[in-house]
């Protein structure tokens, strides 16, 4: 039997195959994360600070030479009057007065969780402080690179319906 034959199965076997790979290829491209900072509080009484944060990214479709990745976090449920207090290419914090149920609470937070997994990265890019009635979210770049050894960048900082939204990114 010679491989002619076989073509044609060949052929409609790919063709019914295509569009079930092309849609797990923009379901893989659509799927959010969520980054869980766990708060290490330094108060005597741990209810005055949240237990964790989470924050959500979501990378954006594929695009030759380059890649994206944006991100949110609902800083209002712990904070009001949240503004970016500082930014450059590689750094952005947003600050916000602690709400009085959180008004007390001194601490620290760092990625701990991706989806549920423990974290495994070594660069601990997203952290928070919780100081003097005031909460800091950070947004660190810094030491990070991309596959071409150029630094990932803060392409986009912002607020978005009062909470802390961005968009990071470098080249592939």
Same mark, same amino acid.
């Given at each position: 039997?010679?491989?002619?034959?076989?073509?044609?199965?060949?052929?409609?076997? &790919?063709?019914? *195959?295509?569009?079930?790979? %092309?849609?797990?290829?923009?379901? /893989?491209? $659509?799927?959010?994360?969520?980054?869980?900072?766990?708060?290490?509080?330094?108060?005597?009484?741990?209810?005055?600070?949240?237990?964790?944060?989470?924050?959500?990214?979501?990378?954006?479709?594929?695009?030759?030479?380059?890649?994206?990745?944006?991100? &949110?976090?609902? *800083?209002?449920?712990?904070? %009001?009057?949240?503004?970016?207090? /500082?930014? $450059?290419?590689?750094?952005?914090?947003?600050?916000?007065?602690?709400?009085?149920?959180?008004?007390?609470?001194?601490?620290?937070?760092?990625?701990?969780?991706?989806?549920?997994?423990?974290?495994?990265?070594?660069?601990?890019?997203?952290?928070?402080?919780?100081?003097?009635?005031?909460?800091?979210?950070?947004?660190?770049?810094?030491?990070?690179?991309?596959?071409?050894?150029?630094?990932?960048?803060?392409?986009?900082?912002?607020?978005?319906?009062?909470?802390?939204?961005?968009?990071?990114?470098?080249?592939?």
């Amino acid at each position: 039997m010679s491989i002619l034959s076989f073509r044609p199965l060949i052929l409609g076997i &790919s063709i019914a *195959l295509l569009p079930l790979l %092309s849609n797990w290829r923009i379901q /893989a491209q $659509n799927n959010s994360q969520n980054i869980e900072l766990k708060v290490y509080s330094e108060n005597e009484q741990k209810q005055s600070c949240p237990d964790k944060v989470i924050v959500t990214e979501k990378p954006h479709p594929y695009q030759e030479g380059s890649f994206a990745t944006d991100g &949110s976090v609902n *800083l209002s449920a712990y904070a %009001s009057s949240i503004s970016v207090k /500082a930014s $450059n290419s590689f750094s952005v914090t947003w600050v916000g007065t602690l709400k009085p149920k959180y008004a007390k609470c001194f601490a620290s937070a760092g990625m701990t969780k991706v989806d549920g997994q423990d974290y495994s990265g070594q660069v601990n890019y997203l952290r928070m402080h919780f100081v003097k009635g005031k909460v800091y979210l950070i947004l660190d770049l810094a030491g990070s690179f991309d596959p071409n050894d150029y630094p990932l960048v803060v392409l986009k900082n912002s607020l978005k319906n009062g909470n802390p939204a961005w968009t990071w990114g470098g080249t592939d």
